[in-house]
């Protein structure tokens, strides 16, 4: 092993032990990480620079700031309240409908606002309707990542794969282009949810007294603590009908025009944050309070480390490795291997660390078989986000845990049977829609 290689392994262990361990945040872990490398010359001061500007940061970056724009035009708490009146008319059925509403809005959405502003609404509702909450803020949150598998702005995970895979040489993806497989995903995982959630929780909704009336947790003494409980962040806002007018059609139009090709979702999203400042929907200060740094700088820190990953020439050994062992097989037991090890990594670690790690070595996967990258890129975006078995492995998950008091088991006993099932069906989808 050369120099750069011993010191990005190194950095990569150290990164992945402190992710792990969770005692100190991960986006000081990722720029740690990236500091080390930019010290020791494995990277150029350049390659840091074209990771903040890489268009999966823009892209976020600039759907945050529409996203605040919706939720301080008081539009969100009218959307809430009207399913507040939903459920209470239809009992638990309108709770589900409730979350499949939520989980719509996920597909073009971060999941992460979207579960801190519905967890409470959703707990809420249950308990109106003496309903245990244990039943349902489970399921919002997979739902939430299960719909964000459905385009490609719906996670940043999409957006970093499809950034690692443009890196590598391989076309960008259509906003559109992984639909076909993320919603056969998400109704299957839906159906699941709907029919077995409950029964596998079994005995388990024991006394509710704390779930209504909890005090708020200290978000600086929990994981994923730029997170926190949802109720520090839920904010009851009057409706202005200008600003959430404009600041929808803006959302609207930068999704359609990044889906009719006419710009990348980068360029238009930034045009549209950009827009918003200048008719004064959102000031310039409220558009950098809508960003959300501890998710950008992670992605960021994370885009430097595969770099260093590819100028070093270790992930080019690690896609030897991983070919060697499936040598032997055909394209379909490949993939499998790869969807099944993206998705035991990515419940151990961060949704960018995985893509960081792995999207490099599918693309060398798949050209070593001979076959199109295309399938391999699409498992790793799906199997990336698939974090169902543990409460640690997505965002989302930590927020239903504080709130409801679930307990470790809770995530296993529901998490794993859905990891199974989304695995099944995203094989089935990729193979039938991205053939090889």
């Known amino acids: 092993m050369t120099a750069d290689q011993i010191i990005t392994l190194v950095v990569l262990a150290a990164v992945v032990a402190a992710l792990i361990l969770d005692r100190v945040r991960a986006d000081v872990v990722a720029l740690s990480g990236a500091a080390v490398l930019l010290m020791t010359g494995v990277v150029r001061p350049i390659d840091v620079q074209g990771a903040f500007a890489s268009p999966a940061i823009i892209a976020l970056a600039s759907l945050f700031v529409i996203a605040y724009a919706l939720e301080l035009s008081g539009l969100l708490d009218r959307a809430i309240a009207a399913a507040v009146a939903l459920c209470r008319r239809f009992g638990a059925t309108g709770i589900w409908l409730l979350l499949a ?11 992460t606002p979207i579960v801190v502003l519905g967890a409470p609404v959703v707990r809420d509702v249950a308990n109106a309707l003496k309903l245990s909450p244990k039943r349902f803020l489970i399921p919002l949150s997979y739902i939430t990542i299960l719909t964000g598998c459905c385009t490609l702005i719906g996670t940043s995970t999409n957006l970093l794969v499809d950034d690692m895979a443009s890196v590598a040489g ?9 639909t076909p497989v993320g919603i056969p995903m998400a109704l299957a995982g839906g159906l699941y949810l709907f029919f077995l959630s409950g029964r596998l929780l079994g005995g388990r909704h024991e006394t509710e007294r704390r779930e209504g009336s909890a005090a708020p947790i200290d978000p600086l003494h929990i994981p994923n603590a730029q997170i926190g409980d949802s109720q520090l962040f839920a904010q009851k ?17 930068a999704v359609l025009l990044a889906a009719a090709g006419v710009a990348p979702i980068a360029s238009t999203a930034f045009a549209g944050a950009v827009a918003l400042i200048l008719l004064r929907v959102v000031s310039a200060d409220e558009a950098y309070r809508g960003l959300k740094p501890e998710i950008l700088i992670l992605i960021a820190g994370m885009v430097v480390i595969g770099i260093a990953m590819e100028e070093s020439g270790l992930a080019d050994a690690a896609s030897r490795l991983l070919i060697a062992s499936v040598h032997g097989l055909s394209p379909v037991a490949a993939l499998a291997v790869l969807y099944l090890l993206t998705m035991v990594l990515t419940e151990l670690l961060s949704n960018a660390t995985v893509a960081v790690l792995v999207t490099p070595v599918a693309v060398a996967l798949a050209e070593s078989l001979g076959v199109s990258p295309r399938p ?20 989302t998950n930590v ?16 998490g794993l049977p859905l990891n199974l099932i989304t695995f099944g069906v995203a094989m089935l989808a990729i193979l039938y829609f991205f053939p090889f």
């Open 101 to 111: 509403m939520i989980g719509s809005v996920s597909c073009f959405l971060n999941s």
């Open 376 to 395: 391999f890129l699409v498992g790793v975006m799906m199997a990336a986000s698939a974090a169902f078995a543990t409460p640690f492995g997505y965002q």
């Open 170 to 178: 391989q076309p960008r993806f259509g906003i559109f282009e992984i």
């Open 399 to 414: 927020i239903v845990y504080q709130m409801a008091g679930y307990r470790y088991m809770d995530f296993v006993r529901i």
């Open 237 to 253: 806002r009057p409706l202005n009908l200008r600003k959430a007018a404009l600041a929808l059609a803006t959302f609207v139009g």
